[in-house]
């Protein structure tokens, strides 16, 4: 049960673009459309983003995208604003009732 | 509107027991499945015990499979992570979450502290 792996950080200025991969398996992400994303501010409780690879809950802005190819997960944020400024997680089911983390990226606001 | 409040975190010395809480309201607690995450100081989210919505199934990751047990009170709605064997590396902040149709954990707790040291 090996955490997925993702960049350890990430920046982008106001307005930009940025994208965060998460890469793993074929047990996991590659077995299983079955990738979440969670925004989390320290201190407070995670916050689902985008959930099923790239489906978002309602309330979820839609500047947050997802996206798979193979098993590797990308989390894309548009229209940067300074509110984003977190940590980011990715999560895939890994079967057996089981779920594996990504390492967690942080991303600046410049 | 759906809240999961942790307790029962604190200091513990190795090798010592805890039990953590999880008070589940806004929802009906037996329609669905629910999970603990933890997350230890500078280190990233953690996946740690799931119970399915009907409860015939838990999961544990390898890490604390044997030491941990995750079990349910329906007619309380308390979800509840009674912890033996604690080590040092069980130091985290451990998070109640709630876990939709597909997998995803749509809700979170705001998390309860423990640490294990001597």
């Known amino acids: 049960q090996s955490a997925l792996t993702q960049p350890a950080s990430v920046s982008g200025s106001p307005g930009q673009s940025i994208t965060i991969s998460c890469t793993g398996t074929?047990?996991?992400?590659?077995?299983?459309?079955?990738v979440s994303w969670y925004q989390h501010h320290p201190g407070k409780a995670p916050k689902l983003l985008i959930y099923e690879v790239n489906r978002r809950p309602s309330g979820v802005s839609n500047r947050f995208s997802g996206s798979q190819s193979g098993s590797t997960a990308s989390l894309t944020i548009s229209g940067l604003k300074a509110e984003d400024e977190a940590d980011y997680y990715c999560?895939?089911?890994?079967?057996?009732?089981?779920?594996?983390f990504g390492g967690g990226t942080k991303l600046t606001v410049l | 509107e759906v809240q999961l409040v942790e307790s029962g975190g604190g200091l513990v010395q190795p090798g010592g027991s805890l039990r953590l809480s999880c008070a589940a309201s806004g929802f009906t607690f037996s329609s669905f499945a629910m999970s603990w995450v933890r997350q230890a100081p500078g280190k990233g989210l953690e996946w740690v015990s799931a119970f399915t919505f009907s409860g015939d199934t838990t999961s544990y990751a390898d890490s604390v499979r044997g030491r941990f047990t995750i079990s349910r009170d329906k007619s309380k709605n308390m979800l509840y992570l009674h912890m033996n064997s604690l080590r040092a590396d069980d130091t985290a902040v451990y998070y109640c979450?709630?876990?939709?149709?597909?997998?995803?954990?749509?809700?979170w707790g705001q998390g309860t502290l423990v640490t294990v040291s001597s």
């Open positions: 999560c895939s089911y890994a079967g057996s009732l089981t779920w594996l």
């Open positions: 074929s047990s996991d992400i590659g077995g299983y459309n079955l």
């Open positions: 979450a709630r876990r939709g149709d597909t997998s995803q954990f749509d809700y």
